[in-house]
Every structure is written in structure tokens, then in C-alpha cells.
């Protein structure tokens, strides 16, 4: 399969696109810019260099065509202002979702936040980029065009990944490795049966593709 994923030089997208590489699937990361190509040939990835907040929809298409699934991972990141949990976290994920209902890219998958809510109160930064990622989760879910799932992780560590996760509609808080999300997120893009679903995770004690399934045969 081939698979494009926006944000592809993120921690989770790094993650991703070695366990799909090592798997024989295709992966295509979206990069802001070409210094960062090569972190992601190492990963197995190709690097596309593609800027989401400057793009226009028939760009971002182009290089969705012919995919088999979108991954939304990107974010403005931890550092950056209120102003880019709206353009990226927001804009750029309508963008790149209105992106593959035109290149025809059925499957899409998006990394949320547990907590995305558009009426999510409050002026900090923090509740800034909730209401920007319920925003965007809320526009995916209108799309008939595409076969979503959203995935709305809690708190991410750089621990180890133990493969042990808890996947459900509501999980309460907890931590997640980065390595585990990355783990969910592959086997999500194996899983169509998920489609429709927006799923929160943290660590847990079922294996990660018994919990992806345990989730899509409901």
C-alpha cells in the first residue's frame, strides 16, 4: 500500500513510517522542509516537500493521488503560539482532508488530541489548540467522501513502547509512548472496519491488534 502522511517528519510520523517501511508498504512523508528529507529516507520514507500552511488544495491533491490512505499526523508543536494551532492543527488539516476527497483517497486516518472539542473553553495556548483539533475533527466527520477514523492519543511519552494499549470511544486520561500511537496508527491503516470511529488511547494491557480489532468489530 501506499500510504501519505502530512507531517511526516514528526515524532509519530518518523514512528510510523519505519514500522510501515519494515512491513513492505509504501510510505510518503509531507515535509516543510528539504533538510528534513533525510531523516525520513532513513525512516524508509520518501520525502515530499509540501508546506501545508502555504499549499493550495490541487498542490496537496497532487500528491495524494494515488494513495491508498492519508494519515494526518502534522502539528504546530508544543512551542509554537495560538496562531499556528490554527493554521496548522486546524487549516491544514481541513486542507489536507478536502485534499483527498479530490484526489480521491478514500481511507484517512488523523492523529486528534484526547479532549478535541470545538467549544472547549478558555484563552490559553492549550485550549487554542483543542478547539483548532475539534474544529478540524468535526469538519472530517461531515466528509461522506472519505472513510475516516480519528485517533485522539493521551499524554504522549518518548518511553519504550510495550505494544499494551488501551483503544475505546472514551479511555479517561493516561500516558501513551509515542512508539505504541505509531503502532495503533499501522495497524489502523490495515483496518478499514474502523471507519466512522474516533477513538481515544493510552496504554493498556490488550496487545495493539487486538485491541484495533476489538474496536472495529463493535
Known amino acids: 500500500m501506499r500510504i501519505v502522511i502530512?507531517?511526516?517528519?514528526?515524532?509519530?510520523?518518523?514512528?510510523?513510517?519505519?514500522?510501515?517501511?519494515?512491513?513492505?508498504?509504501?510510505a510518503v512523508g509531507l515535509?516543510?522542509?528539504?533538510?528534513?528529507?533525510?531523516?525520513?529516507?532513513?525512516?524508509?520514507?520518501?520525502?515530499?516537500?509540501?508546506?501545508?500552511?502555504?499549499?493550495?488544495?490541487?498542490?496537496?491533491?497532487?500528491?495524494?493521488?494515488?494513495?491508498?490512505v492519508a494519515v494526518f499526523a502534522a502539528g504546530a508543536g508544543p512551542g509554537s503560539g495560538a496562531a499556528r494551532k490554527e493554521t496548522v492543527d486546524r487549516a491544514a488539516a481541513?486542507?489536507?482532508?478536502?485534499?483527498a476527497v479530490r484526489a480521491g483517497v478514500r481511507r484517512h486516518i488523523v492523529v486528534s488530541s484526547m479532549n478535541a472539542d470545538p467549544k472547549h473553553p478558555g484563552d490559553e495556548v492549550f485550549d487554542v489548540y483543542l478547539r483548532a483539533k475539534g474544529e478540524a475533527d468535526e469538519y472530517i466527520r461531515s466528509l461522506d467522501a472519505l472513510d475516516w477514523t480519528i485517533l485522539r492519543p493521551g499524554m504522549l511519552t518518548n518511553?519504550?513502547?510495550?505494544?499494551l494499549v488501551r483503544l475505546e470511544a472514551h479511555t479517561g486520561r493516561g500516558p501513551i509512548p509515542r512508539d505504541d500511537v505509531a503502532a495503533v496508527l499501522a495497524e489502523l491503516v490495515d483496518t478499514p472496519a474502523t471507519a466512522g470511529l474516533t477513538l481515544e488511547a493510552i496504554s493498556g494491557s490488550a496487545p495493539v491488534s487486538v485491541a484495533v480489532k476489538s474496536v472495529a468489530g463493535n
Open 159 to 163: 518511553d519504550a513502547g510495550t505494544g
Open 31 to 68: 515535509v516543510r522542509r528539504a533538510e528534513q528529507g533525510d531523516d525520513l529516507r532513513q525512516a524508509g520514507a520518501e520525502p515530499v516537500l509540501c508546506d501545508l500552511e502555504s499549499a493550495s488544495v490541487e498542490e496537496v491533491s497532487e500528491h495524494l493521488r494515488g494513495a491508498d
Open 94 to 99: 481541513v486542507l489536507f482532508a478536502d485534499a
Open 6 to 26: 502530512a507531517g511526516g517528519h514528526g515524532q509519530i510520523a518518523l514512528r510510523l513510517e519505519r514500522l510501515l517501511a519494515a512491513r513492505g508498504d509504501e
